[in-house]
């Protein structure tokens, strides 16, 4: 399931969406994949998960496996519901003001990424956008084409064919969304 739909990417691009719908759908299932693994995340569908951390050194914030987060709905330490109003958030990281200390048992409940595009941040939206009509227009194939014949043999390919990489401007758009390095 995509988040952003054919209808969407058609009036971006300014083409039929009927007649091309296949082609978009296409497109925009690539384009969330690459720019969810650009982002360190599994996909940009909506979801939710549950993490179970075990402190090492006490701090106040643990990051979370799956994101991009969007809600955390339950909190427990050692087995004790914290308080939500306790915590806040960013896309990868969950902030406990009352802190963890060594030895706790941390299990965050968490929602991550969207039902649909309304929800999703208007950058990481315009990112997604901008790479599903590199996609459907073909530009991600990039490398050098080449054919050669021998006798009757011919072959044409592409050198960098089935490398995907996102384009420089979706990259800058959505670096504010992505998981810190390791």
């Known amino acids: 399931m995509s988040v952003v739909t054919s209808v969407e990417l058609a009036a971006y691009l300014g083409v039929d969406e009927p007649t091309y719908r296949t082609a978009l759908n296409k497109a925009i299932l690539s384009a969330e994949l690459v720019v969810a693994s650009e982002l ?3 996909s940009l569908d909506d979801d939710s998960s549950e ?3 075990e402190i090492k050194t006490a701090r106040n914030i643990v990051e979370i496996k799956n994101g991009i987060l969007t809600a955390v709905t339950a909190l427990t330490i ?3 519901a914290a308080d939500l109003d306790d915590v806040q958030t960013s896309y990868w990281v969950v902030a406990y003001t009352e802190g963890f200390t060594r030895g706790d048992v941390v299990v965050i409940s968490y929602d991550h990424g969207y039902a649909d595009s309304s929800e999703m941040p208007p ?3 315009e990112a997604v956008l901008q790479t599903a009509e590199w996609m459907y227009n073909g530009e991600h194939q990039g490398g050098q084409k080449s054919s050669e014949k021998l006798g009757d043999y011919a072959v044409s390919y592409n050198v960098n064919a089935g490398t995907f990489t996102i384009p420089d401007v979706p ?3 959505i670096q504010e ?3 810190a390095p390791a």
């Open 40 to 42: 360190g995340a599994l």
């Open 51 to 53: 993490d179970t951390v």
């Open 78 to 80: 050692n087995g004790d």
């Open 123 to 125: 950058r990481l939206f």
């Open 171 to 173: 990259r800058k758009l």
């Open 177 to 179: 969304f992505a998981r």
